[in-house]
């Protein structure tokens, strides 16, 4: 059971930090990654992070704007975002494959249909 919070309403150039908590069962041997949907629009990835923590990856339209990491302790995973546009108002979710991909083919995995677990979406709303 995965919950993502921390969304709510922010200013054009503000900031927000996503949390994406498991409430039953540990995410510490999971890749863990943020997809995000927009209305009207397909749900798309967003950022990834690997179990250990030692790769990320970003999706090219928010690249630099992002920072993905977690507290394996505290079975969190968080996403903060910053220099919001309107064009990022989306709910975002979190998302896990199972099993877990290999480093090899890692990138490739993180779609929408490669992911086995989802958690409740948490809007994000970025006015102009």
């Known amino acids: 059971q995965l919950q993502a919070s921390g969304g709510g309403l922010v200013q054009a150039g503000g900031s927000l930090r996503l949390s994406c908590a498991a409430s039953?069962?540990?995410?510490?041997?999971?890749?863990m990654g943020w997809f995000r949907q927009a209305p009207g629009k397909e749900r798309e990835f967003v950022a990834a992070?690997?179990?250990?923590?030692?790769?990320?990856y970003y999706t090219e339209a928010m690249k630099g704007r992002l920072t993905i990491s977690r507290e394996n302790s505290k079975n969190r995973v968080h996403l903060q975002m910053n220099n919001l546009n309107p064009e990022d108002t989306a709910v975002y979710y979190c998302?896990?494959?199972?099993?877990?991909?290999?480093?090899?083919?890692?990138?490739?995995?993180?779609?929408?249909?490669?992911?086995?677990?989802w958690g409740k979406g948490t809007l994000v709303t970025v006015s102009s």
């Open positions: 039953a069962g540990t995410i510490s041997n999971y890749d």
């Open positions: 998302a896990a494959p199972d099993p877990r991909p290999i480093l090899s083919s890692w990138r490739r995995v993180w779609s929408p249909h490669g992911m086995k677990y």
């Open positions: 992070i690997r179990y250990n923590s030692a790769n990320t």
